[in-house]
């Protein structure tokens, strides 16, 4: 029943019909639904990333799939048509277009351009945030602690031993997101790559090593402005810990100096570790502001000032009577979709003035959305005088 | 899971895909629903050397022209591929399905679209 069609041309002999000239357009011998076949829109911009290759589909089968290039993440949309667009393959794909017709001198042969399916519509790629709320969640099935190096060796059973860990190849099967985004999502969670697995190490871990640290730079009278990184880690070693923790400490609390000498030289990032150390105190629960503020003094190192805006999107403070009292609230552990995130900020409290806010929402990014739009979408606005501050609450 | 988007295409030379737009739906006669297959479904021509089509289905007509798409459709196919890494490195999933890939086979970039309503041709009386 299926035989090649004398004659055939395909879509080139549509899109370039001469003038005068006409063709008959007719079921493929394949005509079918053909499923397997879709059409993807797309600007022309992301063109060259389809044709060489730099992209990819990500998502588990009960997530929406999203299409990553090396930046970016978009949706994929699907847009029907009521019309009927029949699709025409060109003749160089299709294997019931014989070549040695067109040589064929019956003139009279008429030209045939083939319907292979009629298209229901297309995708459509709407750019997106990246979904990276699931990557804390993994990260966090199984931190780094304490004593992990001599445990090690206990574990006969591999998959036991490799549960809750999560290599490279792994995160990208499992988080809708592109590389780049991939990677700044772990920067943004101090994650580091220890044996091949991507870690978030236990805070209190952290703070061990950050203080031998600070108790090491007094003993030998290193500068906190330019801690060279051979000493530093070697030192730590010594001590005890792992190179790589040593190494992602100085990365987690400084910054990396540019000297252009050999060795690298790090500086204390102020912000970081007064950051560090109120967390470590406000761990134990709400406390009064003057009393963190001494405990705070007296933690952090010789030469830095702590002020309170450096704790913005950590610690949040609250009148009760008439004293102030401080608590933990950290926006690194709220979800970064804005619906989720200004329900749980509404949740926290019912009423929030711009400066408390505005460091809960800065983080948030959805593509083709000003700040001043979300702001609109998700709360109310209310203003009792035009020269009071502005109230948020829910809408 | 991961799905790559592959393209045999090289530099810039995707084959062009053509698409004939029209409204509505595209009757068959009751005989020919279950063997659509070569069946012919009209005559598209080209009247003039202006970028105007006619298209010609039974006893209808239908007039258009072809216009460039705003943006372009890439044509992809879903290719599945058997399991093969069952027994192969740590690194495979043992739960890990058929591998399936996106290949880039063509793109569109012009549409013949006819959006008016058919004209209905007088039928030649016959001899």
Known sequence: MEQPQPGCRGAEALLHLSSGSSISVAYHPLFGPHDDLVLFELDEKLLPDFLHERVVLRGQPDEDAVLCTQSKTYAIKFVGTSNSVLLAPPKELDPYCNPQESTNKNDDLKLIASVIKVVPGSMELVEVAPRLDKLRLLLLEKPYRLGEEEGEGNSENYEEHRTGLYNWNDLINNIQASDDELRSGLLALSAVEINGYWRIVDESYMSMILNMLLNNSVLNDWSLNALNEDQVVSMLESDGFAGVLARHCLHVYCQKKDDGMDSCVWKLDERRVCVHFAREILKRGKMKLENFMDEWRRKIPDGMQPTFDLVEGEVLTERIGVETWVYAFSVSSLPSTPAERFSILFRERSKWEWKDLQPYIRDLCVPGLSSEGLLLKYTRRTQPTPDAEPIFSAR | ?127
């Open chain 2, 1 to 127: 899971m991961q799905i790559r988007v592959k393209c045999k295409c090289g530099e810039g030379s995707c084959h062009e895909w053509a698409i004939v737009e029209l409204q509505g739906v595209v009757e068959v006669q009751s005989p020919f629903q279950d063997r659509l297959q070569n069946l012919e479904i009209g005559t598209l021509c080209r009247p003039s050397t202006q970028e105007a089509y006619t298209f010609t289905i039974g006893y209808h007509e239908l007039t258009g022209s072809k216009v460039p798409l705003k943006k372009p459709l890439l044509v992809l196919k879903k290719i599945i591929h058997p399991d093969a890494s069952v027994d192969q490195s740590s690194e495979s999933n043992p739960k890990a399905k058929a591998e399936m890939e996106l290949q880039v086979v063509g793109i569109i970039r012009h549409r013949i679209l006819f959006k008016t309503r058919p004209k209905a041709l007088i039928s030649k009386p016959s001899i």
